[in-house]
């Protein structure tokens, strides 16, 4: 069975999202057929234009945005800016992770629910742990990953949020609460088997190993591109 946030290539780009990185790079002589036969085949080519100068400025610049790409190319590109602005060089697969992860966290709540169509969402990592316990072996995966993915989206999304819930709510949990149980859960995901079956391995195993790092990348990327402050 699929998972949602199992996708760590740029395969998963639509056509539509294709189609407007062929039409805003446009090669002399060559059709839109053309030049996605040349990007399937020469993966380097597409990467290339994810790390343009003028595609990020494009992207930046252009009101209603979401009109024209998808949150997932919005979101590979802006993760890879905010890596090099960081001097952080970012490993693709991990870095394509990160991109699908924010666009599905972004939209309504699935950043609450542990699986996509699940009935009940889920607000406390602690309530998570405790039904990890007892559900059978994929549920337990999915829990895992989305210990982790909901810890990273939160400390890298919404930092401010945590600190004043800490603060001036008195919520127990502060940052590293968050930090601490990404990774921990992220590293258990990654020994999982499911991990594997997915190749997920060593994707869960470095954003354990690297948490803070695409935590802060995640902080620069809210503050100057979505304007979180």
């Known amino acids: 069975m699929q998972i949602?946030?199992?996708?760590?290539?740029?395969?998963?780009?639509?056509?539509?999202?294709?189609?407007?990185?062929?039409?805003?790079?446009?090669k002399p002589g060559q059709s839109y057929e053309e030049i996605s036969r040349a990007i399937q085949h020469f993966p380097?080519?597409?990467?290339?234009?994810?790390?343009?100068?003028?595609?990020?400025?494009?992207?930046?610049?252009?009101?209603?945005?979401?009109?024209?790409?998808?949150?997932?190319?919005?979101?590979s590109v802006l993760v890879r800016r905010s890596l090099v602005d960081k001097r952080l060089i970012?490993?693709?697969?991990?870095?394509?992770?990160?991109?699908?992860?924010?666009?599905?966290?972004?939209?309504k709540d699935r950043a609450y629910r542990i699986a996509r169509g699940d009935q009940y969402t889920h607000s406390y990592?602690?309530?998570?742990?405790?039904?990890?316990?007892?559900v059978d072996t994929r549920r337990q995966f999915l829990i895992?990953?989305?210990?982790?993915?909901?810890?990273?989206?939160?400390?890298?999304?919404?930092?401010?949020?945590?600190?004043?819930?800490?603060?001036?709510?008195?919520r127990p949990v502060n940052m590293q609460f968050y930090v601490d149980f990404g990774k921990t859960y992220y590293e258990l995901a990654s020994e999982h088997a499911l991990a594997r079956e997915y190749d997920l391995a060593e994707v869960f195993l470095r954003l354990s190993m690297m948490f803070e790092v695409y935590k802060d990348?995640?902080?620069?990327?809210?503050?100057e591109y979505l304007g979180f402050s």
């Open 44 to 75: 380097e080519i597409l990467e290339s234009i994810l790390h343009s100068e003028e595609l990020f400025l494009k992207i930046r610049d252009k009101k209603k945005l979401l009109l024209d790409i998808s949150p997932f190319l919005l979101f």
């Open 125 to 134: 990592i602690t309530d998570m742990i405790h039904e990890a316990q007892s």
């Open 4 to 26: 949602d946030f199992a996708k760590t290539g740029l395969e998963f780009l639509s056509d539509s999202d294709l189609r407007y990185l062929i039409e805003n790079f446009p």
């Open 217 to 223: 990348a995640l902080n620069h990327l809210a503050k």
């Open 90 to 107: 970012g490993d693709k697969k991990v870095v394509n992770y990160i991109a699908n992860l924010l666009s599905l966290f972004v939209s």
């Open 144 to 170: 895992y990953s989305h210990i982790g993915n909901y810890s990273l989206f939160l400390t890298g999304i919404f930092p401010q949020y945590i600190e004043y819930r800490y603060k001036y709510k008195r």
